[in-house]
């Protein structure tokens, strides 16, 4: 996934400073390369290289770039190595248009090869380029870039979003074709960006823009036209609250820090972000269903292995959770009239899980989704969908967003089995009140209670290249969602399983004084007293996560148990992950990587 971002306006013309300063907080959307273009004096200066954001920033002086308007584009590559010859935006062949995407041209070799046929000078092999000499072709022909635009557009395969921008007008153009894309209207300028905290430090009125719409900026005014037929589209602003203080670090030394503590507000604005009808809409069409699917990917999918436990001991519904990537080979012909899939994605991007509800949407099978960012695609596309209401998350481990998807979850199943009496009215209240009274001061008890002992492991841990991370029933996903938590921060392998299978197999790994983690739900300490005995007698060194037991403490020594408040066998799974979370942030800090932007990876994956 990529980010863009480009504003056009009549009250600067040292337009490379708002630049910096928007398109910075973007960074979590890809830091393989930048790149900055502006118009200035009749012609399209152009700075990019390979790099993350405030790297190439000073390097390439982008905040002194001159003029009125301009684009940026930080880039995760998919097509095209990251290289400053790949880097975006792209020029046309005379340079007199240039050009920006996020997503993926998935027919751009072919269309590269016609277009350099037709005489074009393609010079990378990124599949942005390839928006810039569409929209050229056509501008060429017709000499009006809203029809070039559109008519480019009907050469390009695949989900994107791209801002253009010719040298000789004022304007700033943008399409929206499956990629996120966000407007703000500004008092004598207007910009676009893949993602809203960006826009914030230019204006708070947001104008959502749906696919197939493109959009044209002038300083003063926005028009949106309907890409197909060219149709203009009236629709009205809406003033953001979101908090900017968001995109800032609070103070902490990383957002990855920051928003493991933000958990324990997030656990509280979930509920004040979820409203009615939409609760018991909700919940009845998941009682009513033939059968329900969860799909996600990543950490939202570990959120949905934990939400299936629930659902399954709450209100005796079986959640059956895919992996978004997954679903369309394992279910797409079974999938049907009756069923109802449960889409949990908190950027409302990933395209994994997009496809799954494009082929859902011909089956006729209902939507239903939990996201954390509005107007995202998914909001757009889903039946019916709940806030998550977590604030924008900029670490690219998702941290906050999980506990927020698991707490609700645990919620749902909750209501789903109050209403189908599947649990008792009077354990049904006390779990509710749990969860949205006493669950923010438990997590706030378990950060304090387990850093110190999640910062002084690093050292023993950062020895190891591999080891797992085992849970059991409710915890499962908590252990494949800490063991990615590793994996993305730390560069090591950690293998999320359940505690059963080890034994099958990967046994075998277990040496003296190997790590081996457990995550473990109270009520389950019973059911894997062998499996830490079956590690512990070959010498494995266990670390564990849970309430404090007896059992436990055979098998643990004291600074390896990494013991959560008293709660009970439904909250214990929410806390037990924080201690994860912990133990990976500070194993990357020791090992000197920056948590929040990990090699390789990216907040939100817009490419299948
Ligand atoms: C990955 C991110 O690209 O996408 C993960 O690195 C994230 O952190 C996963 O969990 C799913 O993202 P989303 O937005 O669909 O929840």
Known sequence: MCGIFAITSNRRNDIGKILVECAEKLTYR??????????????????????????????????????????????????????????????????????????????????????????????????????????????????DMVEAIRKGCGDLKGDYAFAAMHKDDNKVYAVKMGSSLFVGIGEGETCVSSDLPSILPVTRQILNIHDGELVILSPEKVEIR?????????????????DIRVAQKGGYPHFMLKEIHEQVSTTRTLFSAIREPYITQFIDALIDAK???????????????????????????????????????????????????????????????????HLCKKKNVKILSIVNVLGSTLTHLSDLYLPMGSGFEISVPATKTY?????????????????????????????????????????????????????TLAPYLSKFSHFYVLGHG???????EGALKIKEVCYIVADGM????????????????????FTIAPDDAEHIVNHLAEVECRGARIIATGDDHPLLRRYVREEDFLVVP???????????????????????????????????????LTVR
């Not at 409710?474 to 494949?480: F, M, R």
């Not at 194993?587 to 990216?602: C, E, G, H, Q, V």
């Open 474 to 480: 409710l915890t499962h996903g908590v252990a494949l």
């Open 30 to 143: 890809g830091y393989d390369t930048v790149g900055v273009a502006t118009v200035s004096q009749d012609r399209i200066h152009l700075r990019k290289d390979k790099g993350k954001f405030d790297e190439v920033a000073v390097k390439l002086r982008l905040n002194e770039m001159r003029g009125s308007k301009g684009i940026a584009q930080l880039r995760w590559a998919t097509f095209g190595a990251p290289s400053k010859l790949n880097a975006q935006p792209h020029l046309d062949c005379d340079e007199d248009l240039c050009a920006a995407h996020n997503g993926n041209i998935v027919n751009f070799l072919p269309l590269r090869e016609q277009y350099t046929k037709e005489g074009h000078t393609v010079r990378s092999m990124n599949d942005g380029e390839i928006c810039v000499h569409a929209v050229e072709k056509y501008y060429d022909q017709l000499g």
């Open 291 to 357: 059968r329900v699917f969860f799909v996600a990917c990543g950490s939202s999918y570990h959120a949905t292995v934990v939400g299936s436990y629930y659902f399954n001991d709450l209100a005796n519904i079986a959640a059956i959770p895919v992996i978004g990537g997954q679903f369309n080979s394992l279910y797409g012909d079974s999938v049907g009239n009756g069923d109802v899939v449960i889409c949990v994605s908190q950027s409302g991007e990933t395209k994994d899980v997009i496809d799954v509800v």
């Open 566 to 604: 008293k709660s009970s066998q439904y909250l214990s799974p929410i806390l037990q992950v924080i201690p994860l979370q912990l133990i990976a942030y500070h194993l990357a800090t020791y090992k000197n990587i920056d948590p929040d932007y990990p090699r390789n990876i990216s907040k939100t």
């Open 226 to 242: 309907r890409i197909s037929d060219g149709h203009p589209i009236e629709r009205n602003p809406y003033t953001s609250d979101a």
């Open 498 to 517: 359940y505690s059963s299978e080890f034994k099958h197999g990967p046994l075998s790994i277990v040496e003296n004084g190997y790590p081996i983690i």
């Open 403 to 455: 506990t927020s998807q698991v707490t609700l979850f645990a919620f749902l199943a909750t209501l789903a089995g109050q209403k189908s009496e599947a649990i008792k009215p009077k354990a049904a209240d006390a779990l509710i009140n749990d969860l949205q009274t006493r669950l923010p001061a438990l997590i706030e008890e378990t950060i304090s209670t387990t850093t110190l002992k999640a910062r």
